[in-house]
Nanobody, 126 residues
Framework: QGQLVESGGGLVQAGGSLRLSCAAS????????MGWFRQAPGKEREFVAV????????YYADSVKGRFTISRDNAKNTMYLQMNSLKPEDTAVYYC???????????????????WGQGTQVTVSS
């Protein structure tokens, strides 16, 4: 099925920015709705953003709307998450994932995703 590999995480001060990348190997992301999730210590994995493969429609969690931007470059087989105005509460492991072909839109449930990356740590200091 191929793999998804996240990169771009790190330590940043509050108010700063990071750009996460999700590169696919052994598969193409073109036909898939792709999403970002995050999981903070002691908390459940939560939806962050999703982008549709057809038309590029996007949808965001209220907590990141206006600060984060999801995008994709099908030619590079890569998805991105630009994160601006970061807050300490954004600290988490961020995961990218590819959704089932028959998933509903917007695809916010983790159980609608079939392939996951290993995650990348984002830490925002106050």
């Amino acid at each position: 099925q191929g793999q998804l590999v996240e990169s771009g995480g790190g330590l940043v001060q509050a108010g700063g920015s990071l750009r996460l990348s999700c590169a696919a190997s052994g598969r193409t992301i073109s036909p898939y709705t792709m999403g970002w999730f995050r999981q903070a210590p002691g908390k459940e994995r939560e939806f962050v953003a999703v982008i549709r493969w057809f038309g590029g429609s996007t949808y965001y969690a209220d907590s990141v709307k206006g600060r984060f931007t999801i995008s994709r470059d099908n030619a590079k087989n890569t998805m991105y998450l630009q994160m601006n105005s970061l807050k300490p509460e954004d600290t988490a492991v961020y995961y990218c994932a590819a959704a089932r072909a028959d998933s509903n839109w917007p695809t916010r449930g983790a159980n609608e995703y079939i392939t996951w990356g290993q995650g990348t740590q984002v830490t925002v200091s106050s």
